[in-house]
């Protein structure tokens, strides 16, 4: 059994407390808040200590990646949680659909087709979030903030997609508490819950404002 107190373990659990603390120096119920290891690029083994310590809420970036070390854990975990946090590539769309239990990188209708087609062929729903390039940097992924409304509701009228919230990724270079509020207000306008928002550096100020899944890897699993 894992020591609790040493290694990625103990870093989980100090991470699991600072989220309780900003939540409840927001008015915010701890539990509303949920925690994503984010796994990608560490193998099984820097995984399991995580996982003896009772997590079971799992992101990778790599549909392959995942595909490689997942089945594996998850023969021994059957109960974890696993969601893809990076990009989808469409011929990759049958592996994501079996293998995860949530996808945040829905940007596209071409994707969204993909998935509402692929969930419907295996009769599985996952957790869909629309990733939304708030910072509108060309280089980067995500549906552009002033689309989002008319894609959450392609995706919802013309798909039969359950969107259940959106995410961001803040460009580096910015306050990434302004970006936090501005996706916070356009998932109001768009009437979802769920904000996907916050990694190692700075998810105490996504707490803050409003995430209810925040993604952090490095501060638990360390630097490879």
């Known amino acids: ?102 996808i945040h990188t829905l940007d596209r209708p071409k994707i969204a087709k993909a998935i509402a087609d692929e969930m419907q062929r295996q009769g599985k729903r996952l957790k869909l979030f ?27 009228n013309d798909l039969g997609l359950d969107i259940t919230g959106l995410m961001c990724i803040p460009p580096v270079e910015e306050e990434p508490a302004v970006h936090f509020a501005f996706l916070s207000k356009l998932a109001r306008e768009c009437g979802l819950a769920e904000l996907s928002m916050g990694m190692s550096s700075d998810f105490e100020a996504a707490v803050e404002l409003g995430a209810t899944y925040v993604r952090v890897g490095s501060a638990i699993f360390g630097h490879r």
């Open 130 to 156: 629309v990733e939304v390039n708030t910072g509108e940097e060309p280089q980067k992924a995500g549906i552009m903030p002033a689309e989002a409304g008319a894609f959450v509701a392609h995706c919802r």
């Open 1 to 102: 059994m894992t020591d609790p107190t040493s290694g990625a373990a103990a870093r989980l659990i100090e991470i699991q407390d600072r989220i309780a603390k900003a939540a409840r120096a927001a008015g915010r119920d701890p539990r509303s808040v949920h925690l994503i290891a984010v796994s990608k690029t560490f193998d099984a083994e820097a995984i399991k200590p995580v996982l003896d310590v009772g997590h079971r809420l799992f992101g990778e970036n790599r549909v392959q990646e995942a595909k490689a070390k997942w089945p594996g854990l998850r023969a021994h975990y059957p109960d974890v949680e696993l969601h893809l946090i990076g990009p989808l590539q469409s011929n990759k769309t049958k592996e994501a659909v079996e293998l995860f239990d949530a």
